[in-house]
């Protein structure tokens, strides 16, 4: 992963230091486990503890001849230890130890995941309560529709972040599970309390039953709370570029001193963290698939997803870790334009009444069709006069049979639209 796009504390949990750092917190906890059922001698647990340590560079030099990364770092960690060497990895297949080291480094990715969203969603919160009563144009298939708050749309946001931090926790308790069971899980070589034991150290829960691996829905649900998080914040970061467009103008980035948004054009205030999120979601949900098609696997396992998962892994949580601080910056500091807002409003010159205009004819006791048709070919003459609505209303013979000048001006009363906005901001604040 190139470092643009990622930041140090999650680049630090994917480095190789730490993930050979994890496989010997492994191979530790497991000869602690041995220790306690006697099977290694406290004296020689503790030289173990306190002369095993790896090199990076005698583990790559190793591999070249070995091609297997394992036998590399254990042979390394042996050279070592020395002579107790011969309690090292006793009983233990490579994925015993990579599995439950790959399980601590997704939790303790998802702990960093689970905390950016959580302050994410507090950011959405906030302006949620802060643009709550700022008047905007409601729109579905990007055509006016009826007027809605600006807040409110972030009220959706937040509700939203909410159920993609439960889907992360939930994600989060499914992999919290290590597998210490030899070659093909049978733990032929070890002892059932081997594992219980090890994992509890390294707070974990032995995995019920297992072949040679960690059976890989757990990753791929993993794999799909971080996706459908991503398209979370890929479905914000549209919006904003959207209103960002010169024809729409509602809100803007922030374009910090000095910033340059193209270097032919000095005009330009780019969306250019919006469009980023965008563009690195589709990463996210790219490797999505390759951890579904990692469930299937040979018999009790072959090494298809093994190179795979080198590559998804780091890259979708350095991503996501990336875009969730990119969209809680966006959000704390975006500019907005209520007037510009206002101004948008009015060019359906009045059409988005129309639902109102409806309703109203058929309490006067008009059939639904019969009230459609009316105020259908209204909206068109005013559309295509370019006219306000309510004045095309006021002119039509057949209306005024039914509506007084007054009950038409009560229609036209934009704050009907957002009667209820308090109740369902109570409704999603307040829940418990």
């Known amino acids: 992963m190139i470092e643009r796009y990622s930041l140090p504390e999650m680049r630090n949990i994917w480095s190789d230091e730490n993930r050979f750092r994890k496989w010997l917190d492994v191979?530790?906890?497991?000869?602690?486990?041995?220790?306690?059922?006697?099977?290694?001698?406290?004296?020689?647990?503790?030289?173990?503890?306190?002369?095993?340590?790896?090199?990076?560079?005698?583990?790559?030099?190793?591999?070249?001849?070995?091609?297997?990364?394992?036998?590399?770092?254990?042979?390394?960690?042996?050279?070592?230890?020395?002579?107790?060497?011969r309690y090292f990895h006793m009983g233990l297949t490579s994925y015993d130890v990579v599995d439950t080291a790959l399980s601590i480094l997704i939790r303790d990715s998802l702990n960093l995941i689970i905390e950016k969203a959580e302050k994410l969603k507090e950011v959405l919160k906030d302006k949620a309560?802060?643009?709550?009563?700022?008047?905007?144009?409601?729109?579905?298939?990007?055509?006016?529709?009826?007027?809605?708050?600006?807040?409110?749309?972030?009220?959706?946001?937040?509700?939203?972040?909410?159920?993609?931090?439960e889907r992360l926790k939930r994600a989060k308790k499914n992999i919290e599970v290590g597998r210490?069971?030899?070659?093909?899980?049978?733990?032929?070589?070890?002892?059932?309390?081997?594992?219980?034991?090890?994992?509890?150290k390294l707070g974990l829960k032995p995995e019920s039953v297992s072949n040679q691996v960690i059976q890989r829905d757990r990753h791929a649900e993993?794999?799909?709370?971080?996706?459908?998080?991503?398209?979370?914040?890929?479905?914000?970061?549209?919006?904003?570029?959207?209103?960002?467009?010169?024809?729409?103008?509602?809100?803007?980035?922030?374009?910090?001193?000095?910033?340059?948004?193209?270097s032919s054009m000095p005009h330009k205030r780019n969306p250019?963290?919006?469009?980023?999120?965008?563009?690195?979601?589709?990463l996210i949900r790219g490797?999505?698939?390759?951890?579904?098609?990692?469930?299937?696997?040979?018999?009790?396992?072959?090494?298809?997803?093994?190179?795979?998962?080198?590559?998804?892994?780091?890259?979708?949580?350095?991503?996501?870790?990336?875009?969730?601080?990119?969209?809680?910056?966006?959000?704390?500091?975006?500019?907005i334009y209520p007037e510009r807002m206002r101004e948008n409003i009015e060019k359906s010159f009045g059409l988005i009444f129309s639902q109102r205009v409806l309703h109203s004819l058929m309490e006067k006791g008009l059939s639904r069709e019969k009230a459609y048709s009316i105020v259908q070919r209204n909206s068109l003459k005013a559309w295509k006069e370019r006219r306000g609505f309510?004045?095309?209303?006021?002119?039509?013979?057949?209306?005024l049979g039914l509506l007084k000048s007054e009950e038409i001006d009560e229609i036209f009363d934009i704050k009907y639209f957002l009667r209820h906005i308090d109740e369902i901001y109570k409704r999603v604040l307040e829940e418990k």
């Open 27 to 85: 191979e530790l906890a497991v000869c602690e486990a041995w220790a306690k059922l006697g099977k290694i001698p406290e004296d020689a647990l503790e030289r173990i503890k306190s002369k095993a340590k790896f090199s990076i560079e005698r583990i790559k030099e190793i591999e070249k001849i070995t091609k297997h990364d394992m036998v590399a770092f254990t042979t390394s960690v042996s050279e070592s230890i020395g002579d107790d060497s």
């Open 129 to 165: 309560i802060e643009w709550k009563d700022i008047i905007v144009m409601g729109r579905t298939h990007g055509v006016h529709a009826e007027p809605i708050t600006f807040g409110f749309k972030f009220l959706i946001y937040y509700e939203e972040m909410k159920r993609n931090i």
């Open 180 to 200: 210490i069971s030899g070659s093909v899980g049978t733990y032929v070589h070890l002892e059932m309390d081997v594992e219980r034991i090890a994992c509890e």
């Open 222 to 262: 993993v794999m799909s709370s971080l996706s459908i998080t991503a398209s979370s914040l890929e479905k914000i970061a549209t919006e904003i570029r959207h209103l960002q467009r010169t024809e729409v103008l509602e809100a803007e980035e922030y374009f910090s001193e000095g910033q340059k948004g193209s």
């Open 272 to 282: 250019v963290r919006a469009e980023r999120v965008c563009g690195l979601s589709r």
């Open 287 to 335: 490797n999505l698939i390759s951890s579904l098609e990692n469930i299937n696997l040979w018999h009790e396992r072959d090494i298809s997803h093994s190179s795979v998962e080198r590559i998804i892994f780091p890259q979708s949580f350095l991503l996501l870790d990336f875009i969730l601080q990119e969209m809680i910056e966006l959000v704390s500091t975006l500019i």
């Open 390 to 399: 309510k004045e095309v209303l006021l002119e039509d013979n057949e209306i």
